[in-house]
């Protein structure tokens, strides 16, 4: 049965290609299936890079003397 989901299409050098199928096909995968995880992968770890940076922003302007204490936060 034809899937509904939508399709992305791209073009690789033949390199590229070949170490993609390699990896398929040693982890049982099909080649869509595999590319799929990768892509997936990918936009994690881009989303981890970003929220570093914030994460290292916020931490660079952090002054403890004025940081909330846990009673403050939840009402203890």
Known sequence: MPS?????NIVCDKELYAVVAKLAAREGASLS????DLLRESLELREDIALAKVAD????????VRALTAD???GR
């Open 33 to 36: 299936s595999f590319a799929h």
């Open 57 to 64: 922003a916020r931490a660079a302007t952090f002054k403890r």
């Open 4 to 8: 509904s989901n939508p399709r992305i």
């Open 72 to 74: 403050q936060v939840f």
